[in-house]
């Protein structure tokens, strides 16, 4: 690829050498030889520049390493800063004087230290080393792309841009909380458990007296029996009964709505972390958790368990889920493509080569008979055909030797018609060939005698020459583009590249797809055309009802369901929710609902009136956001009253200390522990 001034030092050097071979070349030879050895000097760095070229590419290797706490880790933990270094090296045996390597960091995070690019002499065999910080403010990914190199030769003529695709999904796991603080306490009275409840007959952590064994050096001093040391003279253990673990099942919503907002500041971020403080709080507890994504189709069950494998799988779940963009739905042609041609030529250079992404001409002509008015095109060509028919007719009719009464009078005029025509084509300037006279008449004959059809081909020419301009050409170019590396991608056919060309719908499916998978974030409308709330579904209830039958049918005992949702959205279609919540508690399982809270709408306080300013009463977009805030906080507060009536218990995620509530809960399900 030529620079800027590669492209003018060629025009010089080509200029100085035609001047010397024609005008002053024959008093001054200086000039001609100063302008061949210019070009030759350009060729030659050229062609070394090619050569170079050709022997690096494929022989660059790429090692990335994500660092936490000074060691190399496959997940990250969102709070944490976390390193990322990147190892470029040169396996080719050409030495590039001036190259820059520069890292492509994940969409929408923002580095915290370091930098991302370096500008090196690449020497085969001896590596590059990028190093920089990035810090997570919730769960997600972190999605890297790969690795870009410029390079150019000292002269600063030829310039080449690779990019080594490496992609890599680093999940950003929920921060880790102190578990040790969230240890349950000893039971205060010794009273009996409830029905239901029932203990492991084996030592644990729990209150109960199990058994007595002599002292074994490393035992707890606390757990010495000070009264059965004193009667035996020998150091006693007290062994304690362990606890039968309760199960908790986590409900999350990962619904569309829930994924609205910035990266890693979403409302389903938000109660991620709350599911995983209550998962890592509980697995401390010895107590199995359990996992249930749900969202407007289908929902995602992963069983109760309480091991450290199982936790991580959780853990993981719920930073995959974290990472869901919301679906652009709906989206126009041109603002996708100028968000998605960008990044496709950041990230593809390869695939935009001409030799395998070209566009040929017929691509941008734009056919007047695919257009919604374009039968009528065919109306002054039947109207010239009506028009012939009289002549035809009447030549079968002179040949047949007599002519109908009815055609006897349209004959002359047609006739007469003709004759007017020939003259003057006749009087048109000729030529001093005869058979370019001969053309040229029969070709005016025909214009002049069907000017319909004439001006009809003309409009159609004005039409499909429309295409080659802008805004036509460019949108078509580069939807061909993107269509054929879609089809690359998804391994189709050219006729995917056509369907990608004229089916607005399906390429806007498409390209928006292409834009989630690399976690690019795309403006959303929140409102349809009739002013509807795009992501209000009521199958998300529908949805919830079935996964929450499901957990009961197969519960053990006492069980705690942590439903973390927004239903407020919901209003009238709560019912299946209500029903199955109502199902659980006639099981005697306890139910918790956490709902997130918006961080600009108020909490409602309904023994505190608010006074607002009659001036801001005149302004519309306030009387708005009063309207829209005061409508929330009624259907949170008529959701509230509805669950609450059925049994459950509902908390907001913006209350002090939800996971504390939850952990309460738990103890109460346990049914003989109480909490400090």
Same mark, same amino acid.
């Given at each position: ?576 929710? !209500?029903?199955? #919540? *109502?199902? +659980? =508690? &006639? %099981? ?77 809960? !738990?103890?109460? #399900? *346990?049914? +003989? =522990? &109480? %909490?400090?």
């Amino acid at each position: 690829m030529l620079t800027a001034r590669g492209l003018w030092c060629l025009i010089v050097a080509g200029a100085v050498t035609l001047i010397g071979l024609t005008t002053i070349g024959v008093e001054h030879p200086i000039v001609a030889i100063l302008g061949i050895t210019l070009l030759v000097w350009y060729l030659v760095e050229g062609l070394l520049f090619t050569l170079r070229f050709r022997s690096t590419l494929g022989k660059i290797d790429v090692v990335r390493e994500i660092l936490q706490n000074g060691r190399v880790v496959s997940n990250a933990w969102s709070g944490i800063a976390c390193t990322v270094r990147v190892t470029v090296t040169n396996r080719g045996k050409a030495m590039w004087p001036l190259a820059i390597v520069m890292d492509r960091t994940p969409e929408a995070r923002k580095i915290h230290g370091g930098y991302t690019e370096q500008t090196i002499e690449f020497i085969p065999n001896v590596p590059v080393v990028i190093e920089y910080e990035l810090k997570s403010s919730g769960p997600g990914i972190y999605r890297f792309e790969g690795v870009e190199i410029r390079v150019a030769d000292l002269a600063g003529f030829f310039y080449k841009r690779i990019f080594l695709r490496r992609p890599v999904d680093i999940l950003i796991l929920p921060p880790l909380t102190d578990s040790e603080g969230k240890q349950r306490a000893d039971k205060r009275f010794n009273t009996l458990p409830p029905p239901g409840i029932h203990r492991l007959r084996r030592p644990g952590s729990g209150s109960e007296l199990l058994d007595l064994r002599d002292y074994i050096a490393g035992d707890p001093p606390k757990m010495i029996a000070w009264k059965a040391s004193a009667k035996k003279d020998k150091l006693i253990t007290k062994e304690l009964e362990s606890d039968i673990p309760v199960r908790c099942t986590l409900f999350l919503d990962t619904s569309q709505a829930m994924r609205l907002g910035p990266v890693s500041e979403t409302p389903l971020c938000r109660l991620s972390e709350v599911a995983s403080s209550i998962a890592q709080a509980a697995a401390a507890n010895r107590d199995l958790v359990g996992l249930t994504l749900f969202d407007e189709a289908k929902f995602d069950v992963l069983p109760a368990a309480r091991n450290t494998v199982h936790t991580i799988r959780l853990l993981s779940k719920l930073a995959d889920a974290s990472a869901q963009r919301p679906d652009p739905g709906g989206q126009e042609v041109k603002p996708i493509v100028r968000i998605a041609y960008p990044l496709a030529q950041e990230l593809y250079p390869d695939l935009f080569d001409r030799g395998l992404n070209s566009q040929p001409w017929g691509l941008f002509w734009k056919p007047l008979l695919d257009t919604r008015w374009g039968w009528l095109a065919w109306i002054p060509v039947l109207f010239c055909l009506i028009m012939s028919l009289p002549g035809i007719l009447g030549i079968q009719f002179w040949m047949m030797g007599s002519i109908p009464k009815p055609l006897a009078g349209i004959m002359p005029n047609y006739f007469d018609y003709m004759r007017v025509c020939s003259r003057i084509v006749l009087q048109l300037p000729g030529t001093g060939y005869r058979l370019v006279n001969v053309v040229l008449f029969l070709i005016g004959t025909l214009l002049i005698m069907y000017w319909p059809i004439t001006l009809t081909v003309i409009v159609w020419f004005i039409h499909g020459i429309r295409g080659f301009f802008s805004p036509h050409a460019p949108i078509r170019r580069k939807r061909k583009q993107l269509g054929a590396i879609f089809t690359v991608l998804d391994g189709g056919t050219p006729a995917t590249v056509e369907r990608d060309i004229h089916d607005d719908e399906f390429f806007a499916a498409r390209a928006g797809k292409f834009l989630a998978d690399h976690h690019v974030e795309v403006p959303v409308a929140l409102y349809d055309g009739n002013g509807r709330y795009r992501f209000r579904s009521e199958s998300k209830a529908v949805v919830l009802q079935n996964a929450i039958l499901g957990s009961v049918s197969r519960a053990r005992d006492n069980e705690l369901f942590v439903i973390l949702a927004d239903l407020t959205e919901l209003g009238d279609d709560m019912a299946a929710v !209500l029903k199955a #919540v *109502r199902v +659980a =508690r &006639s %099981r005697h399982h306890h139910v918790m609902v956490i709902v997130p809270w918006p961080s600009d709408v108020p909490a409602p306080d309904p023994g505190e009136a608010k006074d607002i300013d009659p001036m801001e009463l005149l302004q519309v977009s306030k009387l708005v956001q009063i309207a829209l805030v005061r409508g929330y906080q009624k259907r949170y507060e008529k959701l509230q009253k509805e669950l609450v009536r059925v049994g459950a218990t509902v908390l907001r995620v913006t209350d002090r200390d939800p996971i504390r509530a939850i952990l309460d809960r !738990l103890d109460r #399900v *346990r049914g +003989a =522990r &109480s %909490r400090r």
